[in-house]
């Protein structure tokens, strides 16, 4: 599949998008002073060359109650264990993200949980899946960086 040419105009609708996915194309066109049917087709454009594959919520989960993340490396005893470990993994709801691994860990998983006896009872959820044969986590005392903008703005440097 051919590479998706973008130009600054793109660059600068993202941008905007990335901020704020409700947006409204209209303001979007105001502060690009282009039309909004323009934007419309080009984000159209980026979508079907699936550039853009979705728009997303962002919730504010200390609000809600549960301020705890931790990361979770899981063992598994065979690596043909894998899809069914992940498979019970993804069936625990506060475990928000999973990765299959080389290294340490055959599974790398964050959670989020209320607090700490809450966080222990999710890493024994996992400590309990058969093939797993053992985790160490690691306790998110801060999430310092979280800036999805940083490597879109490098990408469009090297295009």
Partial sequence: ??????????HKILDLLIDNTRIPFTDIAKKLEISAGTIHVRV??????GIITGS?????????GYSFIAYVGVFIF?????????????EIPFVTVAHVTTGK???????????TAHAKDIIYQIDDIE???RTE???????????????????????
Avoid: W
């Fill in 1 to 10: 599949m051919p590479k998706f040419k973008l130009d600054e105009t793109d």
């Fill in 44 to 49: 159209k454009k980026m979508e079907e060359a």
């Fill in 56 to 64: 997303s919520l962002q919730v504010d989960y200390k609000k809600l």
């Fill in 78 to 90: 065979k690596t043909s264990q894998t899809q069914f470990v992940l498979e019970r993994i993804s």
């Fill in 105 to 115: 860990f055959n599974i790398f998983c964050k959670i989020r949980a209320r607090d």
């Fill in 131 to 133: 093939g797993v044969s």
């Fill in 137 to 159: 986590t690691m306790i998110s005392m801060e999430e310092s960086i979280n800036d999805k903008k940083r490597l879109l703005h490098s990408i469009f440097n090297e295009i």
